[in-house]
């Protein structure tokens, strides 16, 4: 709606976040309250620290991976694979990790957000569909996979699924900058 409502009024992109730039400034300290519940659930946590890991690591390379092979099979051109990469963690980090590789800014804006959106929304199905009832499973999911929008899914579902959602959108967000520059040299050859 944003963008069709850009379009119709004639009002550029550099114009708009002029007024954006704040709202994106307030991003970073609502993340950082997410904190809250997960030091509310902080001896959960520890007793399943080993399976949030893993399951926050393999979620982030499946992520990446997925970006790569529909990148490959779109036949898209490296500066819109690198774009895509940071799809799945908070806007400011991955606005950040797209600015230094190269990639389209305000898309992976874009693409961040619909991840997030679709993520909280298709969720229920998800998890209904492939049976994941564990509380510690279902914050890990949408935390790592949705980052903050599926957090409120997550917080909606229990206090366990946000707390351990919480953790995966930090664990998840520095797993990514550190393995978006290795999938980006991997790829040069879009």
């Not at 730039?21 to 300290?29: A, E, G």
């Amino acid at each position: 709606m944003i963008i069709g409502l850009l379009l119709f009024f004639h009002i550029d992109y550099e114009t708009y976040n002029q007024g954006g730039r704040y709202l994106s400034y307030f991003l970073t300290p609502a993340t950082i309250c997410l904190a809250v519940p997960l030091y509310r659930q902080l001896s959960l946590l520890k007793d399943n620290f080993g399976a949030v890991i893993w399951g926050i690591s393999l979620g982030v390379l499946t992520n990446m991976v997925s970006v790569w092979f529909f990148s490959a099979i779109l036949g898209l051109t490296h500066k819109e694979y690198v774009t895509l990469l940071p799809k799945s963690i908070t806007t400011s980090v991955g606005m950040s990790i797209s600015r230094e590789l190269g990639g389209i800014t305000p898309i992976t804006v874009a693409a961040i957000i619909i991840t997030g959106v679709f993520g909280n929304v298709i969720s229920d199905l998800v998890m209904k569909v492939a049976r994941i009832k564990e509380p510690v499973a279902r914050g890990a999911a949408l935390g790592t996979s949705a980052h903050a929008i599926g957090t409120v899914k997550a917080m909606e579902m229990g206090k366990t699924e946000g707390a351990v959602s919480s953790l995966a959108i930090v664990v998840s967000g520095l797993l990514t900058v550190f393995w978006s520059p290795v999938f980006s040299r991997l790829f040069l050859n879009f």
